[in-house]
């Protein structure tokens, strides 16, 4: 942690800047929308979790999110953030629906929250306090609430209160309202979020930017915006400066890796033979690519320490995907080229190659366009009993962007099944005659659509069977003898039919 030390009358006293501290954060996004009753019922809560979440994700947050949850799934998901958060350096909470001052106190509604009175709501809300407890009582060095929370007030009677109560933020903690005490926020007013959540999402990518001034630059746009109606507060008592984007953030945990390898687009070469065989790799010149490659028979390997050998296999895949051919002749050969390479039981190099399938230089998960291109080989080593823990190091990183992944890494495997419906349709040839072509239709995963829908009737191409399962098995992140296709035609030998040009999955 860098520490830079500030003096004044008092004495001498130390403030932590994490702008330059690679951290992790982890955030829980809440957004319940679908209340019991017409007038209840909010129009963009979910949109807001939704948006807020894929921002935060973007900025390297890991992210559990819960939409339109009860009093007991909202309860069961509070304790597993706080469960996981104590594995974190910054931990996020964001709320957007009803929130209610009952007696002084805050609650936060689930959408089985009855509201027939303050006794009743209550007891079928979740306190604010509790979540704040739960944060505290974990080790985070920042903690963060953003409360967009005070929406119209559903069948109020005495006890309950329009807006939320003023609340202590306990060291290391800031608390963001979306309105001042006592008044109402708008579900409204920018587009499909809130004009609150609308300005945090137009202002969290601004870089460097501490988050005091952050929340100052969201408070005047919801000002102008709500035609001075609503303005947005804050309480804070953090110690040092927190950037959202200053690229502190990473998604990986608990590695034993340093953070220039980590976050390699950092790394700075130190001289060592090795390092320049990375430098030379990280070229995507061939002519230094593939003499830098043949230096890595002639090393010491006994001198490499973890953390190289963890960027050398992440190079190495990029390199190969970039078709220079000594790369790839390692992959075709690779269980073997990799077996001197161990360091005890541990496969350094081999989880540099599988972290940079789904991570980028800057240590956050892809989402999308994974590193796929070489899958089929790397995971041919995925049921080898001496390279597990690579698979179970891999899987472990993986594992809070479950969500994002269509087949999890793992050292029992599990079959991926994929349903294909192609669709038969009149067209028009080149010279304007009428033929029948097939088009593909639909791609569902356990019977949910995958497809992207956005790529219909716009730009296909003519493909075989086989020239479409090799771009749907990349784009899926999955080895294709895990695939297990069904689709409604049975020659597939001699099957051509129109595919988009675009991506063929949701994003």
Same mark, same amino acid.
Request: proline residues 3%; contains cysteine.
């Given at each position: ?7 004044? $009358? ?6 932590? #800047? $994490?702008?330059?501290?690679?951290? #992790? ?14 007038? #209840? ?48 350096? +910054? ?7 009803? /929130? ?26 979740? &306190? ?10 974990? @080790? ?40 001042? &005490? ?15 959540? %609308? ?22 746009? +919801? ?16 110690? /040092? ?5 200053? %690229? ?93 390479? $161990? ?29 796929? /291109? ?18 179970? $190091? ?28 192609? @669709? ?12 029948? @072509? ?8 356990? /019977?949910?659509?995958?497809? #992207? ?55």
């Amino acid at each position: 942690m860098l520490i830079s030390i500030q003096q004044n $009358f008092v004495g001498v006293y130390f403030v932590p #800047n $994490f702008v330059n501290k690679k951290m #992790n954060g982890l955030a829980f996004v809440v957004g319940n929308a679908n209340y019991e009753g017409e007038h #209840n019922k909010l129009i963009n809560a979910v949109n807001d979790a939704n948006d807020f979440s894929a921002k935060l994700l973007n900025l390297g947050f890991v992210v559990m999110k819960s939409t339109d949850c009860t009093n007991e799934s909202f309860d069961r998901d509070i304790r597993k953030f706080s469960d996981e958060l104590k594995k974190y350096d +910054v931990g996020l909470f964001y709320f957007s629906g009803h /929130g209610l001052q009952i007696e002084g106190k805050n609650y936060l509604t689930s959408i089985d929250t009855s509201f027939a009175d303050s006794i009743s709501a209550k007891h079928t809300s979740i &306190p604010l306090d509790e979540v704040m407890d739960y944060m505290q009582q974990s @080790k985070t060095i920042v903690k963060i609430l953003i409360l967009d929370a005070c929406r119209n007030n559903p069948l109020p009677d005495r006890g309950i209160n329009a807006g939320l109560a003023p609340i202590y933020a306990p060291k290391g903690t800031i608390i963001a309202f979306s309105t001042s &005490p006592g008044e109402t926020a708008m579900d409204y007013g920018a587009g499909r979020n809130s004009i609150y959540t %609308g300005s945090l999402l137009n202002h969290i990518d601004d870089k460097n930017i501490p988050i005091e001034d952050f929340f100052k630059r969201v408070r005047t746009s +919801v000002f102008t915006l709500s035609n001075g109606k609503q303005t947005s507060w804050e309480h804070t008592s953090l110690i /040092g400066n927190f950037c959202f984007n200053s %690229g502190q953030l990473i998604h990986s945990i608990n590695l034993p890796y340093s953070r220039e390898h980590i976050v390699d687009k950092d790394f700075i070469s130190k001289g060592s033979p090795i390092d320049e065989i990375i430098v030379s790799l990280k070229s995507y010149d061939w002519y230094k690519q593939n003499p830098a490659i043949s230096k890595l028979n002639g090393l010491n390997r006994a001198t490499i320490d973890i953390s190289t050998r963890f960027l050398l296999g992440r190079n190495l895949l990029q390199t190969a995907i970039g078709g220079e051919f000594a790369a790839n002749a390692i992959f075709n050969n690779l269980s073997n080229w990799l077996d001197s390479w $161990f360091n005890g039981k541990e496969n350094h190099v081999l989880n540099g190659i599988l972290y940079e399938m789904y991570f980028n230089s800057e240590g956050k998960f892809r989402r999308t366009n994974f590193k796929s /291109g070489l899958i089929d080989k790397i995971f041919e080593l995925e049921e080898n009993k001496k390279f597990a823990k690579s698979f179970v $190091f891999i899987h472990n990183q993986l594992e809070p962007f479950r969500d994002f992944l269509f087949y999890l890494p793992s050292t029992s495997p599990v079959t991926l099944p994929v349903d294909i419906l192609l @669709k038969e349709v009149e067209d028009e040839d080149f010279m304007g005659e009428n033929i029948k @072509k097939k088009y593909l239709e639909s791609i569902k995963i356990h /019977g949910t659509e995958v497809m #992207n829908t956005d790529t219909i009737k716009k730009w296909y191409t003519t493909a075989t069977y086989n020239q479409f399962i090799d771009k749907l098995h990349f784009e899926l992140c999955v080895p294709i003898k895990r695939l297990r296709i069904s689709i409604n035609e049975q020659d597939k030998q001699n099957l051509i039919f129109q595919i988009p040009m675009d991506r063929l999955l949701k994003k």
